[in-house]
């Protein structure tokens, strides 16, 4: 598979997961907020949404996921854009990913910090490492 193809790829399987998050986070809010009957409107602010629901799991993801891959989506752009794609850098960026799908796993089910931590500590640690290496490896390539 091309290179670039790789990229785009990753970039659409990080945003399927980002969808499939806010499903989840949509179907478990609205149960919730069934079973409990709680008014849209008393949760129309993120203060009044901590205080009024339990499971914030799949709620928290989803801004996560509007964090860190920012970085990797800026990357994948700029490789696409000046055209020059490393293989070390399509390795990362799937390895990133895999990260990002791991975080979710455990943020979504039993939600152990250090667990969660630990994996994105390798996410982040990897993404620092490829914005490192890429400009160097545009210059020198």
């Known amino acids: 598979m091309d290179p ?8 659409a399987a990080l945003v399927l997961l980002t969808f499939i998050v806010g499903a989840r986070m949509l179907y478990v809010r609205v149960t919730e907020m069934r079973a409990n009957r709680i008014h849209p409107q008393s949760i129309a602010l993120s203060v009044q949404r901590s ?4 499971d914030s799991r799949a709620a928290d993801n989803y801004s996560n996921l509007f964090e860190l891959p920012v970085l990797l ?3 994948c ?3 696409i854009g000046v055209g020059h794609t490393p293989t070390w850098l399509v390795f990362g960026v799937w390895a990133f990913v895999a990260s990002r799908v791991i975080h979710t ?5 039993y939600n152990k910090v250090m667990h969660r931590f630990q994996i994105f500590l390798a996410g982040f640690v990897l993404i620092l490492a490829m ?4 400009p160097i490896s545009l210059l020198l390539g």
Do not use: D, G, R, S
């Not at 670039?4 to 970039?11: K, Q, S």
């Not at 796993?105 to 089910?109: D, E, L, N, V």
């Open 131 to 134: 914005w490192m290496a890429y």
């Open 105 to 109: 796993a455990i943020q979504c089910t």
């Open 51 to 54: 205080k009024n629901l339990e």
């Open 73 to 75: 989506y800026a990357l």
């Open 4 to 11: 670039l193809l790789h990229l785009i790829t990753a970039c």
């Open 77 to 79: 752009a700029t490789a």
